[in-house]
Protein backbone atom coordinates (compact mmCIF):
# COMPACT_ATOMS: atom_id res chain seq x y z
CA UNK A 1 0.00 0.00 0.00
CA UNK A 2 0.51 3.78 -0.34
CA UNK A 3 3.64 4.73 2.20
CA UNK A 4 3.33 8.32 1.42
CA UNK A 5 0.31 10.40 0.48
CA UNK A 6 -0.82 13.53 -1.62
CA UNK A 7 -4.14 15.32 -1.22
CA UNK A 8 -5.06 16.64 -3.46
CA UNK A 9 -4.83 14.22 -6.12
CA UNK A 10 -6.04 16.88 -8.63
CA UNK A 11 -6.79 20.75 -8.19
CA UNK A 12 -8.26 23.26 -10.98
CA UNK A 13 -7.84 27.13 -9.89
CA UNK A 14 -8.32 30.14 -11.22
CA UNK A 15 -5.10 32.37 -11.76
CA UNK A 16 -4.17 34.18 -9.02
CA UNK A 17 -5.40 32.29 -6.31
CA UNK A 18 -3.17 30.39 -4.27
CA UNK A 19 -3.48 26.27 -3.78
CA UNK A 20 -1.97 24.32 -0.96
CA UNK A 21 -1.12 20.48 -1.59
CA UNK A 22 0.12 17.93 1.20
CA UNK A 23 2.20 15.18 1.62
CA UNK A 24 1.93 12.77 4.29
CA UNK A 25 4.15 9.97 5.23
CA UNK A 26 2.12 7.19 6.34
CA UNK A 27 3.00 4.75 9.39
CA UNK A 28 6.71 6.60 9.77
CA UNK A 29 7.87 9.94 10.41
CA UNK A 30 9.75 11.82 8.17
CA UNK A 31 12.19 14.67 9.36
CA UNK A 32 13.13 15.48 5.76
CA UNK A 33 10.19 15.30 2.55
CA UNK A 34 11.07 16.41 -1.37
CA UNK A 35 9.09 18.11 -3.48
CA UNK A 36 9.40 17.86 -6.96
CA UNK A 37 8.24 18.92 -10.54
CA UNK A 38 7.12 17.48 -13.12
CA UNK A 39 6.47 18.57 -16.78
CA UNK A 40 5.09 16.96 -19.69
CA UNK A 41 7.07 14.62 -21.16
CA UNK A 42 9.37 15.50 -19.22
CA UNK A 43 11.74 14.52 -15.69
CA UNK A 44 11.00 15.19 -12.36
CA UNK A 45 12.68 18.03 -10.91
CA UNK A 46 13.48 18.63 -7.42
CA UNK A 47 12.12 21.62 -6.35
CA UNK A 48 13.23 21.54 -2.54
CA UNK A 49 13.86 20.04 0.89
CA UNK A 50 11.37 20.52 3.28
CA UNK A 51 12.76 20.23 6.63
CA UNK A 52 10.67 19.64 9.62
CA UNK A 53 10.92 22.36 12.41
CA UNK A 54 12.88 24.70 10.01
CA UNK A 55 12.63 26.05 6.72
CA UNK A 56 12.80 24.74 3.25
CA UNK A 57 16.16 24.76 1.31
CA UNK A 58 15.56 25.39 -2.37
CA UNK A 59 17.03 24.56 -5.10
CA UNK A 60 18.36 27.05 -7.65
CA UNK A 61 15.87 28.83 -9.78
CA UNK A 62 12.66 27.94 -7.52
CA UNK A 63 11.32 30.82 -6.60
CA UNK A 64 10.43 30.37 -2.55
CA UNK A 65 8.12 32.95 -2.47
CA UNK A 66 6.02 31.43 -4.67
CA UNK A 67 6.08 27.69 -3.63
CA UNK A 68 5.66 27.92 0.24
CA UNK A 69 6.42 24.84 2.10
CA UNK A 70 5.69 23.96 5.42
CA UNK A 71 6.85 21.53 7.26
CA UNK A 72 5.08 21.26 10.37
CA UNK A 73 5.03 17.77 11.95
CA UNK A 74 6.81 14.69 11.46
CA UNK A 75 4.58 13.24 9.05
CA UNK A 76 2.77 16.56 6.88
CA UNK A 77 4.68 18.94 4.35
CA UNK A 78 2.91 20.79 2.83
CA UNK A 79 3.71 23.37 -0.27
CA UNK A 80 1.62 26.31 -1.46
CA UNK A 81 2.13 27.80 -5.09
CA UNK A 82 0.87 31.30 -4.10
CA UNK A 83 -0.78 33.52 -6.64
CA UNK A 84 -0.50 30.76 -9.30
CA UNK A 85 -0.51 31.01 -12.91
CA UNK A 86 -1.35 28.99 -16.17
CA UNK A 87 2.86 28.46 -15.94
CA UNK A 88 2.65 26.82 -12.49
CA UNK A 89 0.28 24.57 -13.80
CA UNK A 90 2.40 20.62 -13.80
CA UNK A 91 2.81 17.57 -11.79
CA UNK A 92 3.96 18.10 -8.35
CA UNK A 93 4.95 15.04 -6.10
CA UNK A 94 6.67 14.50 -3.00
CA UNK A 95 8.75 12.10 -1.36
CA UNK A 96 10.74 11.35 1.38
CA UNK A 97 13.71 9.16 2.72
CA UNK A 98 12.38 5.52 3.25
CA UNK A 99 13.68 4.75 6.89
CA UNK A 100 16.62 2.51 7.63
CA UNK A 101 17.45 2.77 4.12
CA UNK A 102 20.48 5.35 2.48
CA UNK A 103 19.16 7.14 -0.36
CA UNK A 104 15.85 5.31 -1.21
CA UNK A 105 12.80 7.73 -1.25
CA UNK A 106 8.93 6.66 -0.86
CA UNK A 107 7.26 8.33 -3.56
CA UNK A 108 3.42 10.17 -3.34
CA UNK A 109 1.14 9.50 -6.63
CA UNK A 110 1.66 13.06 -7.18
CA UNK A 111 -0.55 16.06 -7.73
CA UNK A 112 -2.14 17.55 -10.89
CA UNK A 113 -2.41 21.23 -10.49
CA UNK A 114 -3.84 23.04 -13.72
CA UNK A 115 -4.24 26.73 -13.40
CA UNK A 116 -6.86 28.62 -15.82
CA UNK B 1 27.10 18.26 -13.60
CA UNK B 2 24.91 15.34 -12.94
CA UNK B 3 22.39 14.66 -15.66
CA UNK B 4 20.88 11.14 -16.77
CA UNK B 5 19.54 10.49 -20.48
CA UNK B 6 17.16 8.23 -21.36
CA UNK B 7 17.44 8.09 -25.34
CA UNK B 8 14.14 6.10 -25.79
CA UNK B 9 11.16 8.34 -25.22
CA UNK B 10 8.82 5.80 -26.44
CA UNK B 11 8.92 1.58 -26.97
CA UNK B 12 6.70 -1.02 -27.58
CA UNK B 13 7.12 -3.96 -27.20
CA UNK B 14 4.77 -7.46 -27.73
CA UNK B 15 4.06 -9.47 -24.75
CA UNK B 16 6.79 -12.35 -23.98
CA UNK B 17 9.39 -10.49 -25.48
CA UNK B 18 12.56 -9.43 -24.21
CA UNK B 19 13.49 -5.49 -23.15
CA UNK B 20 16.31 -2.89 -22.39
CA UNK B 21 15.54 0.07 -21.67
CA UNK B 22 18.47 2.67 -21.91
CA UNK B 23 19.96 4.94 -19.53
CA UNK B 24 23.65 7.20 -19.33
CA UNK B 25 24.14 9.23 -16.96
CA UNK B 26 26.94 12.06 -15.88
CA UNK B 27 28.29 12.37 -12.53
CA UNK B 28 31.64 12.73 -11.34
CA UNK B 29 32.15 10.61 -8.66
CA UNK B 30 30.75 6.80 -7.79
CA UNK B 31 27.37 6.94 -8.19
CA UNK B 32 23.93 5.95 -6.90
CA UNK B 33 21.77 4.20 -9.56
CA UNK B 34 18.48 3.90 -9.52
CA UNK B 35 15.41 2.76 -11.91
CA UNK B 36 11.78 3.56 -10.70
CA UNK B 37 8.53 1.96 -12.56
CA UNK B 38 5.53 5.30 -12.36
CA UNK B 39 1.97 4.01 -12.90
CA UNK B 40 -0.75 6.55 -13.88
CA UNK B 41 -2.25 7.21 -10.49
CA UNK B 42 0.59 5.82 -8.76
CA UNK B 43 3.77 7.04 -7.05
CA UNK B 44 6.96 6.42 -8.24
CA UNK B 45 8.12 2.81 -7.29
CA UNK B 46 11.83 1.52 -7.00
CA UNK B 47 12.65 -1.04 -8.98
CA UNK B 48 15.98 -1.39 -7.97
CA UNK B 49 19.14 0.26 -7.05
CA UNK B 50 23.05 0.38 -7.61
CA UNK B 51 25.07 1.23 -4.93
CA UNK B 52 28.30 -0.96 -5.35
CA UNK B 53 30.10 -4.44 -5.76
CA UNK B 54 28.20 -6.85 -8.09
CA UNK B 55 27.40 -4.63 -11.68
CA UNK B 56 24.37 -6.66 -12.11
CA UNK B 57 21.33 -6.59 -9.83
CA UNK B 58 18.37 -7.78 -9.70
CA UNK B 59 14.96 -6.14 -8.93
CA UNK B 60 11.43 -6.41 -8.33
CA UNK B 61 8.87 -7.98 -10.69
CA UNK B 62 12.08 -9.34 -12.85
CA UNK B 63 13.99 -6.87 -13.90
CA UNK B 64 17.86 -6.60 -13.73
CA UNK B 65 19.89 -3.84 -14.51
CA UNK B 66 23.60 -3.73 -15.67
CA UNK B 67 26.03 -0.97 -14.20
CA UNK B 68 28.75 -0.62 -16.83
CA UNK B 69 31.51 2.19 -15.71
CA UNK B 70 33.26 2.44 -19.11
CA UNK B 71 30.27 3.35 -20.94
CA UNK B 72 28.54 5.38 -18.06
CA UNK B 73 25.50 3.37 -18.38
CA UNK B 74 22.73 1.91 -16.58
CA UNK B 75 20.63 -0.06 -19.15
CA UNK B 76 17.66 -2.13 -17.44
CA UNK B 77 16.34 -5.56 -19.05
CA UNK B 78 13.56 -7.61 -18.84
CA UNK B 79 13.82 -11.37 -20.26
CA UNK B 80 9.95 -11.65 -20.91
CA UNK B 81 7.63 -8.72 -20.85
CA UNK B 82 4.04 -8.54 -19.17
CA UNK B 83 1.07 -6.46 -20.14
CA UNK B 84 1.24 -5.49 -16.81
CA UNK B 85 4.91 -3.76 -17.59
CA UNK B 86 3.21 -1.03 -19.61
CA UNK B 87 4.33 2.01 -17.89
CA UNK B 88 6.60 4.98 -17.92
CA UNK B 89 10.40 4.07 -16.20
CA UNK B 90 12.77 6.21 -15.14
CA UNK B 91 16.25 6.25 -14.49
CA UNK B 92 18.02 8.30 -11.63
CA UNK B 93 21.35 9.19 -10.45
CA UNK B 94 21.68 10.44 -6.47
CA UNK B 95 23.79 13.23 -5.16
CA UNK B 96 24.66 14.88 -2.95
CA UNK B 97 24.91 14.14 1.01
CA UNK B 98 23.20 11.05 1.22
CA UNK B 99 22.58 10.76 -2.46
CA UNK B 100 19.04 12.22 -1.67
CA UNK B 101 19.02 14.76 -4.49
CA UNK B 102 17.91 12.23 -7.02
CA UNK B 103 18.29 13.51 -11.13
CA UNK B 104 15.77 11.68 -12.88
CA UNK B 105 16.05 11.14 -16.69
CA UNK B 106 13.14 12.13 -19.02
CA UNK B 107 11.74 8.99 -18.60
CA UNK B 108 10.85 6.06 -21.59
CA UNK B 109 7.02 5.11 -21.91
CA UNK B 110 6.60 0.83 -22.31
CA UNK B 111 3.74 0.67 -24.33
CA UNK B 112 2.81 -3.42 -24.60
CA UNK B 113 0.64 -5.43 -27.45
CA UNK B 114 -0.74 -8.58 -27.01
Known amino acids: GAVVSQHPSWVICKSGTSVKIECRSL??????MFWYRQFPKQSLMLMATSNEGSKATYEQGVEKDKFLINHASLTLSTLTVTSAHPEDSSFYICSAPVPGRLVEQYFGPGTRLTVT | AQSVTQPDIHITVSEGASLELRCNYS??????LFWYVQSPGQGLQLLLKYFSGDTLVQGIKGFEAEFKRSQSSFNLRKPSVHWSDAAEYFCAVGAGTGANNLFFGTGTRLTVIP
Open chain 1, 27 to 32: DFQATT
Open chain 2, 27 to 32: YGATPY
